[in-house]
């Protein structure tokens, strides 16, 4: 009984120490010229879905959730936005060339339809986040036109 005291006052105390080594959050007050919701003619209900769905990970500006600042979970979820955005940011689409805007839509209507986007970890707390049948339709019908449209 006494190693599993010391053994759980060792992992609070380690729990303590590592709340002092914080993240570098993912936010910005600015919108850049080259964001995908400015640079396209994009509907108000799918700038909505991307707004909840995709862009607290592929953007410059995440809107960080009150747990957000409890470690381990901030290293977590930091992890998830930095590959997130290394992999698309929407933030600099109109920085990309046609071909690679191209392989970009192509991904984002793939992944839509195979379920793999959003993270089912993300749309676990985020309800909202979860595309249903039609809104999934709907996008992806508008990321074909997109692609097809450069």
Not at 8 to 37: K, R
Request: net charge negative; aromatic share 12%.
């Amino acid at each position: 009984m006494k190693a599993v005291k010391i053994i759980a006052w060792i992992a609070l105390i380690a729990f303590v120490v590592i709340q002092f080594f914080p993240v570098d959050y993912n936010q910005s007050e600015t919108v850049p010229d080259t964001d995908f919701m400015l640079v396209n003619d994009v509907p108000s209900d799918i700038q909505n879905k991307l707004q909840v769905s995709c862009y607290d990970c592929h953007s410059n500006n995440t809107q960080y959730p009150w747990y957000s600042k409890v470690q381990p979970i901030a290293w977590f979820l930091e992890g998830h936005i930095k590959e997130g955005k290394a992999e698309l940011n929407f933030n600099e689409w109109d920085s990309l060339s046609s071909r690679r805007k191209a392989s970009k839509l192509r991904s984002i209507v793939k992944q839509i339809e195979n379920g793999e986007m959003p993270l089912a970890s993300y749309t676990l707390i985020h309800k909202e986040a979860t595309f249903s049948e039609k809104e999934a339709q709907r996008v992806v019908k508008y990321m074909e036109n997109l692609k097809d449209s450069l």
